[in-house]
């Protein structure tokens, strides 16, 4: 057995990580390789990394499909300060017998002497370096001191994947930018599911909302905010508004009798339409509440929550993209959906056509009256295709 550990904090665990992972893998040979979740690694200090449990689950949660690489929580099952060489000493005691390769970056072999009895990490496993290849000269003079000085062998594996750090999917995630090419898909939804990385204000909106809502929508709110992130990058909207407008967007979503009840009792207006088809009050409602509960002022936020399920004559950039980034979100899952993921990336507003042609043909289906305003909005929509073709 030929065993890779691969330590990192991975918070968050990006593509970089995963690729050099596979890189190692094939290039040794490895039968497993371990990617060990640091508590508190000695060389990097940081008081405000995410707890250990959450940064394994999301490592576990983007190798699932891996084959020889696994996730690893021995270190954080340790108490204390966890030092490389007590993991090693571990593994090395765990699975007897086994080859073990310590991988470590590049920037990290210069330093290796000042570890914690690097000597004696040495003589339980082979370091890698993992190095650039423009690196690879300067690293190979390290390589050769350590290896005549501690006694143990080093070897360099030259990496040509994405630069990508963990500190830049952290600030995108908090001004709102994409991270979709950075991390894998499942690491990406745990993100916006749970809020990691997002400012303050916004965590307290998400922890607001899990004690309104139910779980399911809960999740289906932060995965909007996760796709109007992108769509609203794509088209060039405000992709901060975007995404406070999609973690709002269903905040009251309710059966249809409390909706009709709560207007009722609060004396908000409804109309005859509203009062047979009560899921439709939920957009204007929420509009209501995200001001008067969530603290939002903002009017073109307000505006792109009251639109999102029918749309009007003259919405905005933002109200398109909140309304396409709703029926897309990646937990949804309906007949013509691939086809409108595709366009709404092409063409916003043929997406939202798409979407509409779609509910109004379900309403249609299900003997329901069709929404007044639909086919004024659809018209407006075609007039917008045409305006930028
Ligand atoms: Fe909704
Ligand atoms: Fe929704």
Known sequence: MRIGIFGGSYDPVHLGHIWTARSVCRELGLDKLLMVVASDPPHKPNNDRLPGSVRYRMLDSALQNEERIFASDIELKRSGKSYTVDTVELLRNSCRGAELFLIVGGDMLENFPHWREPERILSMCTLVAVTRPDEARDMRAIADRIESDLHGRVLLSSFTGPQISSTEVRRRMSEALPVDTMVALPTELYMYENALYMPRELRAVRLKLSERIK?????????????????????????????????????????????????????YDISDFERKNPYLIHARLGAVIAGEDYGVTDPEVLEAIRNHTLGKVGMSL????????????????????????????????????????????????????????????????????????
């Open 318 to 389: 933002l109200d398109k993209v909140i309304y396409v980034a709703d029926k897309i979100e990646p937990s949804r899952d309906y007949e013509g959906l691939n086809e409108i993921r595709r366009t709404a990336y092409e063409d916003i507003d043929r997406a939202m056509l798409l979407v509409m042609e779609h509910s109004a043909d379900y309403t249609r289906r299900s003997g329901r009256e069709i929404n007044p305003s639909t086919k004024a909005v659809m018209d407006f929509l075609r007039s917008e295709m045409e305006k930028n073709s």
């Open 215 to 267: 779980r399911k929508r809960l999740d289906h709110t932060m995965l909007t905010a996760c796709e109007a992130v992108k769509l609203a990058f794509r088209y060039g909207a405000d992709t901060k508004k975007a995404r406070l407008a999609a973690m709002l967007h269903d905040c009251v979503k309710l059966p249809n009798k409390d909706l009709i009840a709560f207007c009722d009792e609060n004396h």
